[in-house]
């Protein structure tokens, strides 16, 4: 199993980035996949949301309005769309899926909003 995650970056505030993240090993199209995030010094966050089919998706209040997670079940890959960055949002973003009692982590990928 791997979830590869790539598009972090420095960014300006105000900004945008597009995270991406690429699944092989287990039933992509049957896991919820989810975006969290861990700033230094701060615990892991849940940032998104989306079911297996896209018809639900969900997100922290903190990046409501701001940031679209998405799917590509043919492609097996989850989206992560942000924009409006913040010095705030600077964190490592990690992708997560679960499918019945199976979780699996991402390495991670660098966000970094600064000026």
């Known amino acids: 199993v791997q979830l590869v995650e790539s598009g972090g970056g420095l960014v300006q505030p105000g900004g945008s980035l597009r995270l991406s993240c690429s699944a092989s090993?287990?039933?992509?199209?049957?896991?919820?996949m989810r975006w969290y995030r861990q700033a230094p010094g701060k615990e892991r966050e849940l940032v998104a949301t989306?079911?297996?089919?896209?018809?639900?998706?969900n997100y922290a209040d903190s990046v409501k309005g701001r940031f679209t997670i998405s799917r590509d079940n043919t492609k097996n890959t989850v989206y992560l769309q942000m924009n409006s960055l913040k010095p705030e949002d600077t964190a490592v973003y990690y992708c997560?899926?679960?499918?019945?009692?199976?979780?699996?982590w991402g390495q991670g990928t660098q966000v970094t909003v600064s000026s």
């Open positions: 997560h899926a679960i499918r019945g009692w199976d979780a699996y």
């Open positions: 090993g287990f039933t992509f199209s049957s896991a919820v």
């Open positions: 989306i079911t297996s089919t896209s018809a639900s998706t």
